[in-house]
């Protein structure tokens, strides 16, 4: 597995970590942001608005889609549609014709619980996790799997609201976040198959960091993990050990994404529900979408087999 290579302290490298703001959506809960390679546009959902937006960055055409439903995650198809996760289950959805075709609600018969974050493995799967609206803290979320033949398997529970997904170059290694427990946990992943072995905890955040939310794998096999409440970026080698910290001008930092014609730009999406009138005085730019353009790659995103 590759080993990140070590960073000059911030001061000597001002260019690689500079965060730019890029656009002012003031996202109420801005989520999932995903690169289309074939578009060279990055996709980004809106959850409390049940909105998606998309942005050219050679252009700056930036458009908002109406979705109909709270996507809270999702993931490209092959097809051309998408593979989502929204509070009331799993579905296929077109952004381009709006169709809608419900898959499986893997947590019916539970009413305050929602599915949240999701990704594409390499083998073209599709993962999400749930959380409980009723209690964020609570240790009764679940990690689940969908197949292309639209089966649905559960792989673990006991989460406190279940975040970021994201695998290490060769399919291997799962990275999944278990957001009120402060972890983030790394799984052995058997590629051909999708099951899980060997949970382990790969990386705790401190307390006064927030609470670690989305991720993403780049090239070098680094987790960049977003805090929730910690106004920053982390990346960890793949010891778990911190290779670097980004700070945001932006509270509650959500997920992050490779983009750009070299998969080099890391694209931030944040929040601002939940903060008061007062404190949104003190950070305008909460709920907007951030840049850091790096020396490091992304990997593209794979698309689901379905």
């Not at 080993?3 to 801005?30: D, M, S, W």
């Amino acid at each position: 597995m590759a080993v990140c290579t070590p960073v000059l302290a911030q001061k000597e490298t001002p260019v690689r970590n500079h965060v730019e703001h890029v656009l002012a959506v003031q996202n109420e809960l801005g989520e999932c942001p995903l690169w289309s390679v074939e578009e060279q546009a990055l996709y980004w959902v809106d959850i409390e608005r049940s909105q998606v937006h998309r942005f050219k960055p050679a252009s700056g055409d930036h458009a908002v889609i109406e979705a109909g439903f709270p996507m809270t995650a999702f993931g490209f198809c092959a097809s051309g549609r998408w593979v989502t996760a929204a509070k009331n289950g799993l579905a296929f959805w077109h952004p381009h014709t709006l169709d809608y075709q419900f898959i499986a609600d893997p947590e019916a018969g539970r009413p305050t619980s929602r599915l949240n974050d999701g990704a594409v493995d390499r083998q073209r799967r599709f993962w999400v996790g749930t959380l409980d609206e009723a209690d964020y803290e609570a240790p009764i979320s679940s990690l689940y799997r969908l197949d292309a033949d639209a089966s649905v398997h559960l792989l673990d529970s006991g989460f406190a609201t279940t975040n970021g997904l994201g695998w290490s170059p060769d399919g291997q290694t799962l990275y999944f976040t278990d957001m009120f427990h402060h972890l983030i946990y790394a799984y052995d992943q058997d590629p051909a198959s999708g099951a899980l072995a060997n949970r382990r905890v790969f990386a705790r955040v401190p307390e006064d960091k927030g609470l670690p939310d989305g991720l993403t794998v780049d090239s070098e096999g680094c987790v960049w993990s977003c805090h929730w409440g910690g106004w920053q970026v982390t990346r960890y080698d793949p010891r778990g050990q911190v290779e670097r910290e980004i700070r945001l001008p932006a509270q509650l930092v959500t997920r992050c994404a490779f983009g750009g014609e070299g998969l080099d730009e890391l694209y931030v999406t944040t929040a601002r529900v939940f903060i008061s009138q007062e404190d949104l005085a003190k950070q305008p730019l909460a709920g907007d979408l951030f840049r850091v353009r790096t020396s490091i790659k992304g990997l593209p995103e794979p698309k689901f087999a379905g």
